[in-house]
């Protein structure tokens, strides 16, 4: 991981706004944005890593990660990953593969819920996410 003023602060809000949550296995939530951060090159793409779900996920807004002085393109990648339901999700992927940012955070987003031992018990839904991350790594690829 990259450590800078900015990345540390994110890393920050990450735990912050997701401490209370936990993923389909019981686990802290906040060990998937910090395994994708872990994999990230660059300050832009560990920033968005670590904040990839916070909008999406908690009452946090676009508005407050502008006014908490986060950089332009890592909101702009941000809102980019934020999936509106609205949108079918291969076309929101799709969108996603424009912006080298948000491309690379969704590839190591993609590739870790894809990791079914990360289950406790893996039944027809979870096979049926994976299939659908599979097509949405093709399109990013």
Do not use: W
Request: glycine share 2%; with cysteine; hydrophobic share 40%.
């Amino acid at each position: 991981m990259i450590y800078t003023e900015q990345t540390k602060k994110a890393l920050k809000l990450c735990f912050e706004a997701h401490k209370e949550q936990v993923d389909k296995s019981g686990l802290p939530y906040v060990f998937h944005p910090f395994h994708l951060a872990e994999q990230m090159e660059t300050e832009e793409t560990v920033i968005c890593a670590l904040l990839h779900d916070v909008v999406e996920d908690t009452d946090m807004t676009f508005q407050d990660l502008e006014q908490m002085g986060f950089p332009a393109k890592v909101i702009e990648a941000l809102k980019l990953l934020t999936h509106d339901d609205a949108v079918p999700y291969l076309d929101y992927v799709a969108q996603i593969k424009k912006d080298p940012i948000a491309r690379a955070v969704k590839l190591a987003d993609l590739k870790h819920n894809s990791d079914l031992s990360r289950l406790d018990h893996v039944d027809e839904k979870a096979l049926k996410r994976v299939e659908k991350y599979k097509k949405a790594m093709e399109i990013l690829a």
